[in-house]
């Protein structure tokens, strides 16, 4: 059973929206740092965004700053990723991930998330065009 499975992708235009959806099954109803990443062809993994779903404490990208919005509903069992004014740059495929965590740690190892141990969900496409 894959315990994180993400939905939402597609394609759109430059300036637009998209809201991609992460279904953890039981993990909203405990403590784990939980991100968005992505990646696009030829380049490094990114951190996107980062929640503690313990207390909702939230890191972005400077790159997503201001435009991407990550949220969880936990009567849902799913983490959200609001994405608006799309660009080409924003174009990756884009996974959740998911680590059990304290507050403490989820603030402070930020950075290596992506590299930490834990449970990754299989991905979901982003395309935008210009």
């Known amino acids: 059973q894959v315990p994180l499975v993400e939905s939402g992708g597609g394609s759109v235009q430059a300036g637009g929206s998209l809201r991609l959806s992460c279904v953890a099954s039981g993990y909203l109803h405990s403590s784990y740092c939980m991100g968005w990443f992505r990646q696009a062809p030829g380049k490094e993994r990114e951190g996107v965004a980062v929640i503690y779903t313990g207390g909702g404490t939230t890191y972005y990208a400077d790159s997503v700053k201001g435009r991407f919005t990550i949220s969880q509903d936990v009567a849902k069992n799913t983490l959200y990723l609001q994405m608006n004014s799309l660009t080409p740059d924003d174009t990756a495929m884009y996974y959740c991930?998911?680590?059990?965590?304290?507050?403490?740690?989820?603030?402070?190892?930020?950075?290596?998330?992506?590299?930490?141990?834990?449970?990754w969900g299989q991905g979901t496409q982003v395309t935008v065009s210009s």
């Open positions: 991930k998911a680590v059990p965590s304290t507050r403490t740690w989820c603030e402070t190892n930020i950075q290596v998330l992506g590299a930490t141990p834990g449970y």
